[in-house]
C-alpha cells in the first residue's frame, strides 16, 4: 500500500486494480503474470508517493509511460506512412501528457515549501548586506529592491515618453528627445519633421475648381461621344 501513499487497502485495490488493466496485456482468460504486477508496482514505488493524490498521479505516470512505450514501438513496424503518422501523432501526445503529468506532481510537491524570516542581521565590518526581497533577473542572476530602484532612477526612465501612436495603435513608450515632445523615430531628433519654408504650402491643384469643372466638361464630351457611336450603330 505504500505504493500508493495510502494506507487504506480498498484504496490501493482500487489503484492497483486500474494500473494493472491499464499497464498489463491481460484479460479474465490471461491474468497478469507475477513478474508483470512485480514490474508495475516497483514503477509506481520508484515515485516514492507520499499521499493519495501522489499515489494517483503515479498510476497515471506509469501507465501513460507504458502506453508510450507500446505506441512508439508500433510506429516502428508500421509498413505504411499512414500508420506512422497515427502512431507517431499519439506518441507526441502521450509524451506531452506525461511531461505534464510531472509537472503536476512537481506543484503537488513544492506546495509546502518553507519561508525563513529574518528579523535581525548583524553585518561585521566590511561586510555588506541586502535587507529587501530578492527577485530573479535575467540569466538566473538575483536583484535586489535597491538594485531595482537603481534602474528605476536612470536618466532614460525618467525622461518624458513620446506618446505617439504607433501601428499596433498604442502609444510609444521610448524617451521623448531632450527639449523635444516626440522620439527620434516620431519627429524628435534634429532636422526630422515637415519641411521649412513656403514648401509647406505646396499644392498640386488637382482638386481645385477649375481642376473639377474641367473634368467634368470632359466625362460629359465623353458621354456625348459615346451616345453618338451607339445611334450610329
Not at 486494480?17 to 508495475?40: F, H, K, M, T, W
Not at 501523432?89 to 509524451?95: D, F, Q, R, S
Amino acid at each position: 500500500m505504500f505504493a500508493f501513499g495510502t494506507s487504506e487497502r480498498a484504496h490501493a485495490d482500487q489503484m492497483l486494480y486500474g494500473i494493472l488493466n491499464a499497464a498489463c496485456d491481460a484479460s479474465r482468460g490471461n491474468p497478469p503474470s507475477e513478474q508483470d504486477i512485480n514490474q508495475v508496482l516497483a514503477a509506481v514505488a520508484g515515485v516514492g508517493a507520499k499521499d493519495e493524490i501522489e499515489g494517483m498521479l503515479a498510476t497515471q505516470m506509469v501507465a501513460t509511460h507504458t502506453a508510450i512505450i507500446t505506441t512508439l514501438h508500433r510506429q516502428k513496424q508500421s509498413e505504411t506512412l499512414l500508420e506512422r503518422e497515427r502512431y507517431g501523432n499519439l506518441a507526441v501526445k502521450l509524451l506531452r501528457t506525461f511531461a505534464a503529468q510531472v509537472k503536476a506532481l512537481q506543484r503537488h510537491r513544492g506546495k509546502g515549501q518553507q519561508h525563513i524570516r529574518v528579523e535581525h542581521v548583524d553585518v561585521h565590518a566590511g561586510g555588506q548586506a541586502i535587507v529587501g526581497a530578492v527577485t530573479a533577473g535575467e540569466g538566473g542572476k538575483e536583484k535586489s529592491d535597491e538594485q531595482v530602484l537603481h534602474h528605476q532612477k536612470l536618466p532614460m526612465n525618467r525622461a518624458p515618453q513620446c506618446g505617439a501612436r504607433t501601428r499596433s495603435r498604442k502609444p510609444c513608450q521610448s524617451p521623448a528627445v531632450r527639449g523635444k515632445r516626440r522620439c527620434r523615430m516620431h519627429g524628435g531628433a534634429a532636422g526630422s519633421g515637415a519641411p521649412l519654408g513656403n514648401k509647406n504650402a505646396f499644392r498640386h491643384g488637382h482638386y481645385s475648381a477649375e481642376a473639377i469643372a474641367r473634368r467634368r466638361e470632359l466625362s460629359e464630351l465623353i458621354r456625348l461621344a459615346r451616345d453618338t457611336l451607339a445611334e450610329l450603330e
